[in-house]
T-cell receptor, first 114, second 113 residues
Framework: AQSVTQLGSHVSVSEGALVLLRCNYSSSVPPYLFWYVQYPNQGLQLLLKYTTGATLVKGINGFEAEFKKSETSFHLTKPSAHMSDAAEYFCAVSEGSSASKIIFGSGTRLSIRP | KAGVTQTPRYLIKTRGQQVTLSCSPISGHRSVSWYQQTPGQGLQFLFEYFSETQRNKGNFPGRFSGRQFSNSRSEMNVSTLELGDSALYLC????????????FGPGTRLTVL
């Protein structure tokens, strides 16, 4: 069975600093990986996804993630944090090619200090 | 284009009752998936409907059921409510093909007293 582990339930960074949210996955088949963001009282929004091809994936709002098969990781980064980035971030893996059944990590709450 | 809408946004029920939640997908989307979000268990997949048929199912008891109508609107029903069913229920729609992005609605906050 596939699973996702997000290291750190809460990450706090200063405005303008690097954002790094860690995600490790477990999968016996090539995974399809996602990062979603959830703002308070809202649904989830897809930041980026990796299916096949280039291992460095660029998403919306300046975020990117790198798929590292040898480390079974898919960490999310952003060079310079903005106050509007404060939210909950979820790493996820899909079971097979059907992106409808997604296994989510436990989430990381990102806080931005002024 | 209108996004995914869910009704109602908030709901309070008592143990033993049943509840029906509704989800209207983005126009043209044929797939609707349902998720339960709780502080303890996080986000868990309930089921997916595509063209009025259940295509995928998570590990939830039979008290949780759903259906999809010909216009792709979907309903989720929970019978014999338990306190542990209190959660945010999210619905997501997509075109239903491989790698299609799922678009999430704002959710229905269900509280069971």
């Amino acid at each position: 069975a596939q699973s996702v582990t997000q290291l750190g339930s809460h990450v706090s960074v200063s405005e303008g600093a690097l954002v790094l949210l860690r995600c490790n996955y477990s999968s016996s088949v090539p995974p399809y990986l996602f990062w979603y963001v959830q703002y308070p009282n809202q649904g989830l929004q897809l930041l980026l996804k990796y299916t096949t091809g280039a291992t460095l994936v660029k998403g919306i709002n300046g975020f990117e993630a790198e798929f590292k098969k040898s480390e079974t990781s898919f960490h999310l980064t952003k060079p310079s944090a903005h106050m509007s980035d404060a939210a909950e971030y979820f790493c996820a893996v899909s079971e097979g090619s059907s992106a409808s059944k997604i296994i989510f990590g436990s989430g990381t709450r990102l806080s931005i200090r002024p | 284009k209108a996004g995914v809408t869910q009704t109602p946004r908030y709901l309070i029920k008592t143990r033993g009752q049943q509840v029906t939640l509704s989800c209207s997908p983005i126009s043209g989307h044929r797939s609707v998936s349902w998720y339960q979000q709780t502080p303890g268990q996080g986000l868990q997949f309930l089921f997916e409907y595509f063209s009025e048929t259940q295509r995928n199912k998570g590990n939830f008891p039979g008290r949780f059921s759903g259906r999809q109508f010909s216009n792709s609107r979907s309903e989720m029903n929970v019978s014999t409510l338990e306190l542990g069913d209190s959660a945010l229920y999210l619905c997501a729609s997509s075109l239903g093909r491989e790698f299609n992005e799922q678009f999430f609605g704002p959710g229905t906050r269900l509280t069971v007293l």
